[in-house]
């Protein structure tokens, strides 16, 4: 009995904690999955209210006697609803009365109306203080002098079964046919509009770069700090641990002078070069090297081999989870980076963009079609989790490592 | 130690060279420090001319001490002319690559990069194809030729890959502007010090100077950092110093800075405080306007306190960035606890959703903020249809008449900062999750079976257990967490339209130094205030490392 409750707290309470959990994911997951979908959308969809997820089309069919395919709409037919084919839409409908009687109306065509008395000299009364013009409205074969109360616009709907059945109703309130159906074309169209492809090639050149790069540079530091004895080592050592909580901004304003007197600025030289010199990383590679056996390398110096011998066939080949690890990060970053791209490159200068300028530019550009946005955004953000998905182990445990020792 | 080995003549002779050497090069770099001050030189900046005659002073100095001690045959002379010969190499093999423009052709390699790319794939193929051995079953055979294949595979790639994005004009252009005279002498000053490298380092020479056994690894050591040192000089440390500097100066960028001492801080902290007598005086009243203006009041009844400052905008992106931090550190890093606590429970399915979790924190800001930007949408925006829907349900479920708020997010200055909050707190809660989870894996699970067996609950196991031995862990995330919040940027600058949002109420520190340091080129000014943002980041993160130290007690 005891057993039976305890089961059954047990199974409200990972009830609960599924619940928590669940409504964190769809939390975090939600806006990606909103950028993906609309991203597919046509821009009169992304507009729509209440926003609606899926991306959707209007469907049409080809009707007898017309040369376009013929969008559907849902239409009332006896209290009935019937898809009807939208054959004439801008069809202006007055809705007339005699000015004896403004209960009594009926609706016809404004072209079907003459104005009483001839468009010259139209004839008019006064209802309720105010001057009303005449027309002339044919009812059951009678010419009846009325006045228009009101005025809309309807579309003629036919029935694509049977193209005389025809059916008038106003557009804007009725409810299209559609079905659930993506535009990939919209990243084509971006791409095209924003130099997209250019900027993705720039972003990916300097991501290798940078990241083969800082591999180098921390691999051969770390390895210096953390196995080779040296005077001064540990001074250097103290003074790159000491630049690590350096707020990157406190460096653009001198950088940037730097690039000017180098003439960098507008160049990708500029969003490479300086970045592969990373404390961290030669701070992260030393922490990893130093938990590595003396004595194989021992070993191995006595066999006459030399430091960079010993580098390359025995510490990085042991070293590849690591390696990845600092690759992640520095890709991460490489990718990611904006403040310093604006800051360097020129807005004008699209030959030179990386992706998250792209994007920038095309915030202003396409602020009108969110589903082209959205699919610059997605160009931006999928190579990442890409590399997520395949990496997961790598970013998520070297984070978790970052923590605990840092 | 071969002391008894008398050096043969051959050394002798390179090593009387190297002293010569050693002599030449000191004339030259004196001769290098008076051509500098002698105005024949075109237009150089001050801190340029005293950088380099500095460099070239140190470097004739050492280098004629270089020559006694290689007269004397002591290792010191060895030590010295390696460092002046290997700093003078990569100098010229910076200025070679320089000249034969490989550093701007990287933009030239972008432009034929993209035919590349497909491949790279190949070499990647590759190197899947060459690391599969290790988990092939039959060893000795298949190993070899599987490694092979794959490095053969890579290779192949990679010409393809140089062949496509069009290397052969690259290197005839480098070489054509090799052949030019500067490209020409930077060649010449490597062969020349990498001659001179040589002479000293070879066996015999070293030998004869009486190198000791360690200073192999001395050099090594040195010879393995110098490429991140040189670097980490000339991009950070080197910059660092020069941002300082230029907090002092009304330096603009492109013309020669000048000195103003404190002024730039001067301006930045020139406030005042002033007692209003009735809330609608005006502040031209009690400040005088032409200096300061009026950051904000605090009423108390019928007086109140004035805030007005020289600069009000600095004060203003102050207040923003404080309120940013203290909402958004607090918003990712609770949820973070709770949720890694959740975590950290032996269910199944927990890798999923960390996984999921941590998804926010790789995407780039900028593509993030535009996302949310159109969620945050006030007609058509997905947040403000969930408040409708959630109003809507309320209502009917207790007949209530609450009036939907229809939020402006982005365009109302009373919510604009806080959009900003929720994207960034959004975005770090993952991240900090996983940093949480890797503390709380650390502790020992028997602290938790001995409390359960003292018979204390949940909540008494995390408010006396877990707490206490994450501590550390927390203060890692909170000051990591507030250190970047004190950094936001890039979110404002792209949900915000203008950047300062509606009434200045996201203008933040970093974005008010871009706006001072790159569309005002205010650069001293700009520079100033990256210092005091330091300054700000760092009391800041000693508070908290105090804080931790005093609540460290329970670790011991």
Redesign the interface.
Known sequence: MKIQSYRLLRFIS?FF??F??TF??L??????L??LA?SFKTPAD??????RMLPQNAVTLAVDGYDEPLPLYYVDVDGQQAEYALAKSNIKIGTYAPADNLTATVDRRLTEVKPTGGATNQQKVTVNGKEEKLFDVDLDGQIVPMILVSQTTVGEFIDPKNPETKIFQNVRLSEPVESVGGHPENYTEVIELNNM??A???T??VT??VVLGQL???V??G???AR??????DT?FV??LG?V??????????????M??I??TD???AL???W??S?YG?FLMRQHFITFPKEIEEAALIDGAS?LQILRKILIPASVPALATQATFTF?YA??S??WP??IINVGNE??HV??LA??VL?GRASDT?NL??A???I??IP??IV?IFG?RF??ES???S??K? | MSEHQKPDTLTNLILRIAMIWRGVFTVVAAAGVITVWSGRLPEVPLWQKILLSLVLSIAAGFSAFGAVEIARRNHRGRMISLVIDYLAFVACAVMTLNIGEVFIGIDALAETFGRGIPYLGIVLAGYLLSSMDEYSVRKQTSEQSLKQVGRWVMIFGFILFLWQVDTINGVLYFLGKLAQPAGLISVAGMLIFGAALWTVWRQPSAAAMHVKTNHEQVISGWLFLSPNLIGFLIFFAGPLLLSFYFSFTDSDAFNTPNWIGLDNYAKILNIKFVTLSSPTQLAKEVVDIKIYDEVGRMMFGSWGILFAAADKFFWLALRNTLTFVLFAVPFSVVPALILSNVLNSKLPGMKFYRAIYFMPSIAAVVGISLVWQWLYNATIGYINYFITLGIEFWNNLFNLAIVDPKIQWVSDEKTALFAVILIAAWQTMGFNTVLFLAGLQNIPGELYEAATVDGAGAWDKFWGITLPLLAPTTFYVVSTTTIQAMQVFEQVFILMNPPEGPNNSTITLVLYLYRSGFQNFKQGYASAIAWVLFIVIFGLTLIQFQRQRQSSIYES
């Not at chain 1, 939390?27 to 990606?32: E, H, R, T």
């Not at chain 1, 992304?46 to 926003?51: D, L, N």
């Not at chain 1, 909580?245 to 730097?258: D, K």
Request: charged letters at 5%.
């Open positions: 990972n904690l599924y928590l959990l964190f994911a939390v975090m997951i939600f806006p990606f909103y950028m609309t992304t507009f729509r209210y209440p926003p492809a250019r993705l090639t720039n990916a050149l290798i770069l180098v540079t921390s051969v530091g390895y210096a700090f080779l004895k040296f005077p001064g080592r250097v003074f790159y630049t909580m350096i707020p990157f901004v406190m460096l653009i304003v001198p950088l940037y002078q730097l000017v007197l003439g960098w160049r990708l030289a490479i070069i300086p592969i010199f404390a030669t430091r991460l990718w990611n904006f403040f604006l800051v030959k030179n992706l998250t994007l920038n915030r969110p946005i959205l610059g955004a997605a931006a953000i990442p989790l997520f997961q970013f998520v984070v978790a490592s923590g605990v840092g």
